[in-house]
């Protein structure tokens, strides 16, 4: 009798706000409206200081980003509804751990090479075997990460081995 129940709830559907897909979708936009919000209330820095864009900018276009790859996500969930997994994957742990190596790197060597070795570490962890793309992708990513911030924003990267040669030059 429990069995047939149980049956009879698992076929009916849920309303949308019930469901774990807008949950974290909500949870998500929820949080990141109330930091773009309070992002408009940041001081405008005067031009003869400002390198690059005013400081408020960014963090304004990061969280418009992600309000935005939130809601296609969930968009996306309607065609191919999340899969419910008792055990998180064994990648999962591994891209935390690489972030903790990230850390540790870019404290005490280098900011540049920290992203470089965080890239392959990632890289590779979720499937990619072929050794000339992971090195492609540890070169190309981070120098693109330099030359976006470097001139576009017109922030420097915290000396290290690899950014103390560059500015040196």
Do not use: H
Not at 50 to 58: H, L, V
């Amino acid at each position: 009798m429990n069995n047939v129940r149980k049956q009879k709830r698992a076929n009916k559907s849920l309303p949308f706000f019930f469901k774990d897909e807008f949950k974290v979708s909500f949870i998500i936009i929820f949080i990141s409206t109330i930091l773009l919000i309070t992002t408009f209330s940041f001081d405008i820095v005067p031009p003869i200081l400002n390198r690059g864009i005013q400081p408020a900018t960014f963090p304004k276009g990061l969280l418009v980003l992600i309000i935005s790859l939130t809601l296609i996500v969930y968009y996306l969930s309607f065609k191919k509804p999340w899969k419910i997994e008792k055990k998180l994957p064994k990648t999962f742990y591994l891209t935390l751990t690489s972030f903790l190596l990230f850390v540790l790197i870019s404290k005490t060597l280098d900011f540049f090479l920290a992203i470089s070795v965080l890239s392959i570490f990632v890289s590779y962890y979720w499937g990619e075997r072929r050794i000339f793309y992971l090195l492609l992708v540890s070169i190309i990513f981070p120098i693109i990460v330099f030359v976006f911030f470097e001139t576009i924003l017109g922030l420097r990267f915290p000396p290290g081995i690899i950014t103390n040669i560059y500015y040196q030059v």
